[in-house]
């Protein structure tokens, strides 16, 4: 899967949904335990920076609301 992050223009290559959110929460400049700390409080600041309510119940729903709200474009090979 290759994922462009709108806001950067930055293009990485994964292999699923949980890839994405790895590759995410490691590039983060705060550090979080897991990735399911890391989706809330993206998810959080999404809907104070934006009101942009985005799901953090799995990896999958996350990267699905990301493309959704226009985050990231999504291609596969």
Do not use: C
């Amino acid at each position: 899967m290759i994922v462009k992050f709108l806001d950067t223009n930055q293009i990485i290559e994964v292999k699923d949904h949980k890839s994405v959110v790895d590759w995410m929460r490691n590039d983060s400049p705060t550090f979080y335990n897991n990735n399911s700390a890391y989706m809330k409080a993206y998810a959080k600041r999404a809907v104070i920076a934006s009101n942009i309510d985005i799901r953090a119940t799995s990896e999958e729903e996350f990267v699905e609301d990301l493309y959704k709200f226009d985050l990231i474009n999504l291609g596969f090979k």
